[in-house]
């Protein structure tokens, strides 16, 4: 399967740039306006069937060799435009009037008019180039002006609606699951929609094939359904299909809704839409629910896709989406061995079995990848099992024509602009955890990026929107969320979609290691990975053929890049956008780096370099600079005030910055958006890096979040921080003097969220906290002098102020004794964590009223909240979301459980402290001297399934706590002498 050439949003970007006022004006001055005007005619020829063309390639290998041939040229303008626009940008660098401009525009080039006579004959060749391969587009009939979304064209098994239940391994639980949202009575809706989404070849349809095969389903529902989807929705084409076999193709669409009518009136109903793709608004899916809806009450639709925006569109609700997820080992192994051994069963070779269980592995829990690898070495013998156990699955011919052509089923459907975003992922390794703002400016730099129609959105907001729409079709899979932002900041790939990412790039796209020698002259972008750059004529050789090349990655921090090998190879890749050369340990950077015209995005991260040249000043296109951890850095040119382009300067270090100083003027970067001097929003050990202090806070003033970590000398938060107009969160962690919140505090009118914890000198968080007119989350901890109650210094708090706060947690505050009644006047309020307050002893009247009440590690207010003889309970019990427990979150639900551990480890009330601890698993006694018996307060334990118990000297019986723990797997007593 051969890569696809994707060349419309490229053709786009060139016509946007020709059309621009400063292109055509530069143009005038050299002449060549008409030569241009030409090209931008050809250019729009070509782009009005690129979108038919591409839909074609997969069946047309002469539209393919078409494209191929287009691919180059097109490329080759786009360079020539990108050359012209950055022309037009150095136009605007200059100052004085405009007569001085044209002066030194036309003077900039050593030989104007041969230069010109240069430009102009590029043109003109260009033109001819693409105007010979805009003709022989007549051969092809191609369709002019379809969208640039327009579907790839491809072959699809025919897909049927039974499936054997003993075939399907694993799904079980998944099954039950989809079955029990189906029967919910308590779900009155004359309609429900339960969609299914997970990425292709997880076995969405096999689990719908489950429920709707499923007697009991069949039994409860008076009518079943199912429906292959057209890849492209119509509300009509799925009414056909709901009618088949009863309807005529010629029928009208007032035909067809009678029969509808006639076919489901008045009978509960369970319809699936197997493999939705394209619902592209609301209104579309409205349309077909409002003709469904003449079934009877509690009819149900079972929707199957690979996108969560349409589930969303669909549904709106995201509780009722099941989101499927990949067979854990267990099932893995399991349906492997009923597909690969000669019984259906694990064989009794030890070393066959270990082989299986590593080639498993690598299916990456997708069952069609499992099926296809396993059924694929069915009764091959021990030298194939271990031959294949080195292999990659992308050299294995039944991955390359089973499991990757359903996995591009969903690149296909992307836009044109999507694929070249998602394609550029393969430059990575596998098991790659990308930051998602790196990958995104990585974007930026290719012209990746289309721009919404929002003109108040920035470049990096529609580079996120991107990523939102490639990580709901499971391109991505999630890693870290940013608690309080709630957005996506570091994700991965799965296998199978890094090994998609490197057949749709192609040759376009390589990673060299020391014995590679792939690249051919389609090449653009590589990435050198465990490759040494030290010999220049291996580098060079490796290169030559890249004539076009707009990516060099450095991607192995254990090997250095020889200066020799920068300057005469890497930086006479002249069309480079896109240069990154961390951890290569430059001492000092050419300055021959203002070659590279294009460039866009610079990464010089841990390197030695003790100044950047100045000439690095002259990249007018630049839009990313990270020159981070260089602890040998001393200065910034100052000529970088006059990058305008620029949008991310990373200067960080781990702790400040090792700069003298920095250029004055920066407020002329308007574009920038980030000015990185530590990690993200990160003030550690001291207020502000350097002693400009003014300067600081003005260019980091439109950071939204603000972490402020040990600053020992801090008493009272500064009134620089009036210069923070963006600010949303806020933490102060550990600043042990602190002791007031103003002046600083006051100017935050913005904020969002604020934690405070650990200062130990603060009494008062008021009166600074009544200007937070727009705080959503309060979080207070560990703050010892601190009370927040009705006796202390805090017992007129106006509470009234703050309309929006609705989550409010308290932690480790040893002084607390009750939570004020004024916080009633909390309309808003819907959350409150109180956790680690032991002297917490009294809970407002109106506390009901919340959404979500969690108490932990209180001991004296856990008595009185439990549900036999607690007096709170009443209070409480009516609560959508509680949760009790005498211990914290990592403790409850992690793997090493609940530690009691010394002499005081088991409290005198042993039922009331085990007594809000259902859930637990794991749970170790060590090192408790005075135990003699397992306490009967154990039998709350009634999900526990580990028992570690050991060094307890005096230990002589294990009743009565362990007669009640039926759910325990196990038990393991250590470092107890027999008696």
Not at 379 to 402: R, T, V
Not at 437 to 451: P, V
Not at 813 to 839: F, H, R
């Amino acid at each position: 399967m051969a890569a696809d050439i994707i060349l419309s949003s490229i053709a786009k970007i060139i016509i946007e740039e020709l059309r621009k006022v400063a292109v055509k004006q530069i143009a005038s001055l050299w002449g060549v306006d008409d030569d241009l005007q030409q090209l931008e005619g050809t250019i729009s020829i070509i782009n009005s069937v690129l979108a038919d063309a591409e839909r074609k390639q997969v069946q047309n290998q002469q539209i393919k060799t078409w494209l191929e041939r287009l691919e180059d040229a097109v490329y080759e303008v786009d360079d020539l435009v990108d050359k012209i626009s950055t022309e037009a940008l150095q136009q605007q660098v200059m100052t004085g009037n405009i007569m001085a401009k044209q002066v030194r525009i036309f003077c900039s080039t050593s030989n104007q008019f041969a230069f010109r006579y240069k430009m102009g004959q590029k043109i003109r060749f260009l033109r001819r180039k693409l105007d010979k391969i805009a003709d022989d587009r007549m051969k092809f009939h191609l369709e002019t002006g379809l969208p640039l979304d327009t579907h790839v064209v491809t072959v699809e098994p025919e897909e049927h609606s039974y499936e054997r239940k003993e075939n399907v391994i694993g799904r079980d639980y998944e099954q039950t699951e989809i079955i029990k949202r189906l029967f919910d009575m308590n779900n009155e809706e004359n309609l429900a929609v339960i969609p299914i989404v997970g990425v292709g070849g997880l076995g969405k349809t096999t689990l719908a094939r489950l429920v709707y095969n499923d007697a009991e389903v069949r039994k409860h529902f008076e009518l079943v359904m199912w429906v292959n989807v057209p890849k492209v929705f119509d509300v009509k084409l799925v009414v056909k299909e709901i009618m088949k076999p009863e309807v005529r193709d010629e029928k009208t669409m007032d035909e067809l809704q009678q029969d509808l009518r006639l076919k489901i009136g008045g009978k509960q109903f369970l319809l699936v839409l197997d493999d939705v793709w394209d619902i592209d608004s609301r209104e579309k899916w409205l349309k077909l629910e409002e003709l469904l809806k003449d079934g009877a009450n509690r009819s149900r639709i079972i929707v199957t896709t690979r996108d969560k925006k349409i589930a969303h569109v669909i549904n709106g609700r995201e509780e009722r989406t099941y989101n499927l997820g990949i067979l854990n080992d267990e099932m893995a192994w399991c349906l492997f061995t009923k597909l690969a051994f000669v019984h259906r069963q694990e064989p009794n070779d030890p070393n066959l079995v270990g082989i299986g269980k590593d080639i498993v592995k690598k299916c990456g829990g997708i069952p069609l990848v499992i099926r296809t690898i396993a059924s694929m070495l069915y009764c091959k013998n021990f030298e194939e099992w271990s031959s294949f156990k080195g292999m990659e699955l992308s050299a294995i011919d039944e991955y390359d024509k089973n499991i990757i052509p359903i996995l591009k089923l969903s690149y296909d459907h992307l836009p044109s602009y999507l694929k070249h975003c998602f394609g550029y992922c393969s430059l990575f390794p596998k098991n790659y955890v990308f930051d998602v703002e790196i990958l995104i400016n990585l974007w930026m730099a290719q012209g990746f990026i289309k721009l919404s129609n929002d003109h108040n959105q920035s470049l990096e907001d529609s580079g996120y929107q991107h990523f939102k729409n490639l990580l709901y079709r499971s391109f991505f899979e999630v890693v870290e969320i940013d608690y309080h932002s709630s957005k996506v900041i570091k994700c991965k790939m799965h296998d199978c979609m890094h090994d998609l990412a490197t057949l749709v790039m192609g040759t376009k796209g390589v990673v060299l290691s020391s014995d590679d020698e792939k690249t051919d002259e389609r090449t653009r972008h590589v990435a050198f990975n465990d490759f040494y750059l030290g010999s220049l004529q291996q580098v060079q050789a490796l290169l030559v053929n890249t004539k076009r090349i707009r990516t060099i990655f450095k991607r192995d921090r254990y090997y250095d890049l020889s200066y020799r090998v920068l300057e005469e190879s890497i930086l006479k890749c002249k069309f480079l956008r896109t240069l990154d050369l961390q951890y290569s340990s430059l001492k000092r950077l050419p300055a021959s780096i203002d070659k590279l015209k294009h460039l866009r995005y610079l990464d010089l991260s841990r390197n030695d370099m003790k100044a950047l040249p100045n000439s690095i000043t002259r990249l007018q296109n630049l839009q990313t600079l990270n020159v981070s951890y260089c602890q040998n850095l001393q200065e910034i040119p100052s000529g970088i005030t006059k990058m305008f382009n620029l949008r991310h300067l990373h200067i960080e270090s781990y702790s400040g910055t090792t700069l003298h100083g920095m250029p004055g003027g920066l407020d002329q970067l308007t574009n920038l958006q980030r000015l990185s001097l530590l990690p993200q929003g990160d003030l550690w050990n001291q207020w502000i890096p350097l002693n400009n202090e003014s300067f600081i806070l003005h260019h980091i003033s439109n950071w939204k979040t603000l972490d402020m970590r040990g600053i020992d000398d801090l008493q009272h938060l500064p009134d620089g921080l009036k210069s923070f107009t963006c600010l949303q969160k806020l933490r102060i962690e550990r600043c042990l003097k602190l002791e007031s919140l103003s002046p600083g505090l006051n100017h935050l009118t913005s904020l969002l969220n604020l934690s405070i914890k650990g200062c130990p000198e603060l009494e008062s968080i008021f009166p600074s906290l009544y200007h937070l007119t727009s705080l959503q989350r309060l979080e207070i901890g560990f703050c010892d002098k601190l009370e927040m109650s009705n006796g202390g210094s805090d017992a007129t708090i106006q509470w009234q102020r703050f309309e929006s706060l609705s989550v409010l947690i308290l932690k480790g505050l040893s002084k607390l004794v009750a939570l004020s009644q004024w916080l009633q006047q909390l309309t808003s309020l819907q959350e409150i964590q109180i956790i680690d307050c032991p002297k917490l002893k009294l809970l407002p009247e109106w506390i009901g009223s919340l959404e979500t009440l969690e108490i932990r590690e209180c001991p004296i207010l856990l008595e009185r909240c439990r549900d036999d003889i607690g007096d709170y309970w009443p209070l409480i019990c009516n609560i959508n979301q509680l949760i009790l427990s005498p211990v914290g979150r990592e403790a409850e639900f992690s793997r090493e459980g609940v530690d009691l551990q010394g002499y005081q480890s088991i409290p005198m009330n042993s039922e009331s402290f085990f007594y809000h601890l259902s859930n637990l698993k794991f749970l170790n006694i060590c090192y408790n001297g005075d135990l003699q018996h397992l306490p009967d307060g154990l039998k709350r334990l009634t999900s526990l399934e580990t028992l570690d118990i050991g060094y307890c000297s005096k230990l002589q019986s294990l009743s009565p706590g362990l007669y009640h723990l039926t759910s325990l797997k196990r038990l393991y007593i250590f470092g107890i002498a027999r008696r």
